[in-house]
């Protein structure tokens, strides 16, 4: 149990879809999508948007600034490593935002500190307190996160943990960057820092998990009860190699099981999927059919007796309403697995109404076709309709 917890049950959501999601092979995106997609998740309420890595380039610098610019309600984040060159040039790109905040990074796993940095343990514990201490004198919101943090000694994570936070840190961001943690093992982290990092409640705890065993949601969601109040997340969950926790699948966890996990986020869920749907254009990274919350099978049923049940309660089979990620309706999708009372509903919606052995004969030719043919579309059953009609 974590001797120190945080009181109050607001989840930040901190988007890394323009920085981050941008990461992943292919995903880039120009200044006026990126843009598009800033003002998008500004309007749903998202509370901190990292809109980029300035130093990295000249059109990541721009399109910092121009989020910047735009963005009306939300914390708007630029990346920056240990140094002062990052940091000026991130701070320079984010002169124009309402509400900026500096994201400063530093790995500090054996590994990356080895073969990455190559540099010692202390030297990385000194460039923490300096990297930390020149980006507070600049802005009063700083972030900062060790990379590679869930395969860090935890002595060294706490030493440097605690070190940020004196430096000025108001927000530490744990990122388990290779996807490699399970919950309660990532739990046990975030617990283990609230417990020994003396200064720890002078700064919100944040995490930042990616997909790499498909865990991310999970992992996110574990460290909330160990007292973490943010999460980094992408929309789609696009981003490196498998990817980001996923935004849309963790407010609707929240938002669907507070009865089992006491959290809220401030996002409006309506807006989902519009901002799944923009990102996906804009990308091009199209969204797989079984994608929780915004797959196009999300809110489809297909089988007669999933098909009856959503006919006669939606509750049966389905634990969200299409309404609240944005979509106006289920979708029973018609195919051989379909029944009468879908296919009679089918019929009604498309303006039927059809004596009972027309409705038999066009039933038995539906179930033919639909053994054939993999997609059946309205068309193809008014024509089975028109058919059965003309011969009964
Ligand atoms: O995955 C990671 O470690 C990151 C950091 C820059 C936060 O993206
Ligand atoms: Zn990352």
Not at 152 to 168: Q, Y
Not at 204 to 223: E, K, P, T
Request: with cysteine; charged share 25%.
């Amino acid at each position: 149990m974590s001797t120190k917890t945080n009181k109050s049950n607001r989840v930040i959501i901190f988007d890394t879809t323009l920085r981050d999601g941008e990461q992943a092979p292919g995903c880039s995106m120009n200044l006026e999508e990126k843009i598009q997609v800033a003002q998008v998740l500004d309007e749903m309420g998202v509370d901190v948007i990292e809109a980029g890595f300035p130093i990295a380039s000249n059109g990541d610098f721009q399109s910092v600034q121009e989020v910047s610019k735009r963005v009306k309600n939300a914390q708007v984040a630029g990346l920056a490593r240990a140094t002062r060159k990052d940091i000026d040039r991130a701070w320079e790109a984010l002169q124009p935002a309402v509400n900026p905040r500096i994201h400063s990074f530093l790995s500090t796993s054996p590994l990356h500190m080895k073969y990455k940095l190559q540099m010692e343990p202390e030297a990385v514990h000194q460039a923490v307190a300096d990297s930390i201490s020149y980006a507070r004198n600049l802005c009063d919101n700083v972030e900062w996160s060790p990379e590679d943090g869930t395969r860090t000694e935890h002595d060294f994570l706490c030493r440097c943990v605690e070190t940020a936070i004196k430096a000025g840190a108001s927000t530490i961001n744990i990122p388990d960057t290779v996807g490699y943690t399970v919950p309660e093992e990532f739990h046990a982290l975030i617990e283990m820092l609230m417990n020994r990092v003396p200064n720890i409640d002078k700064a919100i705890i944040s995490v930042h998990c990616h997909n790499d065993l498909g865990l991310a949601v999970a992992n996110s969601l574990a460290a909330l009860k160990a007292g973490a109040r943010q999460i980094e997340c992408t929309i789609n969950g696009i981003g490196e190699r498998a990817g980001n926790c996923a935004m849309e699948e963790v407010v609707m966890a929240l938002r669907t099981r507070s009865d089992a996990m006491p959290y809220e986020s401030g996002v409006d869920t309506t807006q989902i999927m519009r901002a799944s749907r923009l990102v996906s254009t804009v990308t091009g990274f199209s969204v797989q059919p079984n994608k929780a919350i915004v797959g196009a099978n999300a809110f489809a049923h297909e089988s007669g007796i999933h098909q009856d049940g959503m006919l006669k309660n939606a509750q049966t089979y389905e634990i969200m309403t299409p309404e609240s990620v944005g979509l106006t309706r289920s979708n029973l999708v018609m195919g051989k697995h379909s029944g009468r009372h879908a296919f009679k509903a089918k019929l009604e919606e498309l303006g039927f109404e059809l004596a009972e052995n027309e409705f038999q004969d066009a039933f038995v030719r539906f179930k033919d076709l639909a053994d054939h043919k993999k997609d059946i579309y309205d068309e193809d059953i008014v024509a089975l309709v028109d058919d059965a009609v003309v011969r009964t």
